[in-house]
């Protein structure tokens, strides 16, 4: 074949390779090893993916274990909050009946409390009485002793006649004539026994006399009451009324009652007047001594 000659720049056409039947093995050779590099990439990209997944089902698997586990727990759990729901619930139950029980209960015990005040305040106003009763027995069988004493010492020979000072002897007895600040009756008693005496008994006429010689022109207070039983007139040392010297008409309980007796002024007759009038005059007796 002639050669055609190139000028300048020209580049001269590049000579085939090789014949077509090696081209065609050589593209097919490199078709192939593609391919084979394909689907070894391919295979290991399954592999990996394959290893991969295997890997997470089995973090899935762990998972899926624990969070059973966790269930189960949680469903123990809540069985035990439950039974001890119940239980709960059952003493509470339980408490509210004694609560029902208690406040009756206390119903019961305020009522016995009540019972036992009233008790309580009838012993305390029973054995109020018998210490009284007990002490003025007490006084009596004194002045009982001091009397057969000086019996005794007058049928010896002794005069007896011995008083204190601003009291007045007449026959056996220490008479005290009370003339300060106005008193009802109950302060002129305690008046008296601050002395050591008592409110005056009556027991005759001569002694009357002595006494209304005595006694404050404007009224005096005696030991003779009724403050326990109308009309029932006692003596502070509890001997008999024996003897009395009541104004006519008297005694009349009159007004809102009238339990405590007195000396009127003029005449030292008696009259029952209102225990809580105060008196200028009170009188007081006691044993003289020998
Ligand atoms: C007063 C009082 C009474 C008494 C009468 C007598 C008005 O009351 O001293 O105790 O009985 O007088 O009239
Ligand atoms: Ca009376
Ligand atoms: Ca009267």
């Known amino acids: 074949m002639e050669e055609r000659s190139y000028v300048g720049f020209e580049k001269p056409p590049r000579k ?26 391919l295979i290991l990209w399954h592999w990996d993916m394959e290893k991969n997944l295997k890997q997470l089902e089995g973090f899935a698997r762990q998972n899926v ?11 123990s759990d809540q069985m035990a909050q439950k039974s001890q729901a119940a239980k709960m619930l059952e003493s509470i139950e339980h408490i509210r009946a004694e609560q029902k029980s208690m406040q009756s209960q206390e ?12 008790d309580l305040d009838n012993l305390k106003a029973t054995s109020l009485n018998e210490k009284r009763e007990a002490s003025e027995s007490l006084w009596r069988l004194q002045e009982e002793v001091a009397k057969l004493w000086m019996e005794l010492k007058i049928a010896n020979g002794s005069a007896c006649n011995i008083c204190p000072e601003q009291w007045i002897h007449f026959q056996k007895k220490c008479y005290h004539f009370g003339r300060s600040r106005p008193k009802k009756w109950i302060q002129a008693k305690h008046a008296c026994s601050d002395l050591q005496g008592q409110l005056v008994s009556i027991h005759s006429s001569e002694e009357q ?12 207070w005696i030991g003779l009451q009724d403050l326990d039983r109308e009309g029932e007139f006692v003596w502070p040392d509890g001997s008999p009324v024996d003897y009395s010297n009541w104004r006519p008409g008297e005694p ?39």
Do not use: Y
Request: hydrophobic share 35%; charged share 20%; aromatic share 4%.
């Open 16 to 41: 085939p390779c090789c014949r077509q039947g090696t081209r065609i093995i050589l593209l097919g050779m490199a078709t192939v090893s593609m391919g084979a590099v394909l689907l070894t990439l």
């Open 65 to 75: 274990s624990r969070v059973s586990k966790d269930l189960e727990r949680h469903k």
């Open 107 to 118: 119903g019961e015990l305020s009522q016995n409390l009540d019972g036992l005040g009233a």
């Open 209 to 220: 006399d002595f006494l209304s010689r005595h006694a404050s022109e404007k009224g005096s």
């Open 252 to 290: 009349n309980d009159q007004g809102l009652g009238e339990n405590c007796v007195m000396l009127l002024g003029t005449s030292g007759q008696w009259n029952d007047a209102s225990c809580r009038h105060p008196l200028d005059g009170w009188v007081c007796e006691r044993l003289a001594t020998c």
